[in-house]
């Protein structure tokens, strides 16, 4: 055998063979955000996709091609997301050995017996084409905020489960004053064009049908839970009304580590108008990861959910980053997790 061919089978031995170099990633996913860089069905419909959000500076910092997410949160969910381009670390960080954080923020001051259902489990209804897949908390990209938004699917497709036991906690809050973003130009441009032109007819208004199910809270028949007069309105974790009176600000109860939500073009805390009864905030986590779990749960025990954001992952967690923000995380701290 002569040299060239010495050269040519040492090229082609498995112990020269080259190994890809996998790249891992931590994302704040906003709110309104689809968990993909693809939209897969047919037209978009303006929906808005991981990539659309990332900056300038971190759209370098990724792969052009080959980045995934692990897990998903649903459009209106927020908080962690990670990146990675192993499909079999995905694989590893879903496993129930996991735990996933998060912060909730309720419609109503939750009790201490609702704090503790929730840690024992609770029964909660899922639909049963998909009650045996794998998902997120948040894995159906269908959007909800609440109890109202969360109709419960006909009984023949639907199947009880009770949730594992978990940890739930209160969080404590501390009041901050923002500047309300509100568009001015937007306002007058929304006022001009809720006026009917003189050829135009005002389109007939649906119906609204009459809520036939029981109340979460006090199990009282023809209310939600968020229309129940046993849900006190002696705390106020929204306000509106600041001491100078100024429109142009808004107070806001948050706990440590989550910001604002974000804008909207009805004013700059429009995730849903809180100021007519208190919200509370809590901290749940889980092992499972059953579709919309956190939400399905906390609407079990009678507090529908208004904000959903993931703050940890195994020891990964969000560490003051902002929304849209990505950064790259070692291997090490990935072996970490899994």
């Not at 997301?81 to 309720?106: A, M």
């Not at 049963?128 to 419960?152: F, I």
């Not at 001015?184 to 009917?196: L, Y």
Request: hydrophobic share 30%; glycine share 6%.
């Amino acid at each position: 055998m002569n040299d060239d061919d010495a050269i040519s089978s040492s090229a082609l031995s498995p112990n020269n063979a080259t190994t890809t170099h996998h790249r891992h990633f931590k994302m704040y996913k906003p709110a309104k955000v689809l968990t993909q860089f693809k939209f897969t069905h047919r037209k978009r419909r303006n929906r808005t996709l991981l990539g659309d959000v990332i900056t300038a500076a971190d759209t370098t910092l990724l792969p052009s091609n080959g980045v995934m997410a692990i897990g998903r949160l649903d459009e209106d969910s927020e908080g962690l997301l990670l990146l990675t381009t192993d499909g079999k670390v995905s694989e590893q960080v879903r496993r129930k050995s996991v735990e996933k954080e998060y912060y909730v923020q309720l419609d109503g001051k939750i009790t201490q017996e609702a704090i503790e259902r929730l840690q024992l489990g609770v029964e909660i209804s899922l639909p049963a084409t998909n009650n045996h897949k794998h998902r997120d908390d948040d894995g159906d990209e269908r959007s909800s905020t609440c109890e109202s938004t969360l109709p419960s699917p006909p009984a023949s497709t639907t199947t009880s489960y009770t949730t594992m036991p978990c940890k739930a906690r209160f969080l404590d809050t501390s009041i901050i004053t923002v500047e309300n973003k509100k568009n001015e130009a937007t306002t007058k441009e929304e006022d001009h064009s809720n006026q009917p032109s003189e050829t135009e007819t005002k389109p007939n208004k649906r119906k609204r049908r009459k809520f036939g199910g029981t109340c979460n809270r006090c199990k009282q028949a023809g209310h939600k839970a968020k229309d129940c007069t046993d849900n006190p309105v002696d705390l106020f974790n929204t306000n509106n009304n600041c001491n100078n009176n100024n429109d142009n600000v808004v107070q806001l109860a948050l706990p440590a580590g989550i910001i604002p939500p974000p804008p909207s073009r009805n004013g700059y805390y429009n995730i849903r108008n809180t100021t007519s009864r208190p919200t509370s905030w809590i901290s749940i986590t889980i092992n499972e990861g059953k579709n919309r779990q956190v939400r399905r749960m906390t609407a079990a025990v009678g507090y529908p959910t208004l904000r959903l954001v993931r703050v940890k992952i195994g020891c990964v967690g969000l560490d003051g980053m902002v929304a849209g923000e990505v950064r790259e995380l070692s291997e090490d701290v990935m072996d970490s997790i899994i």
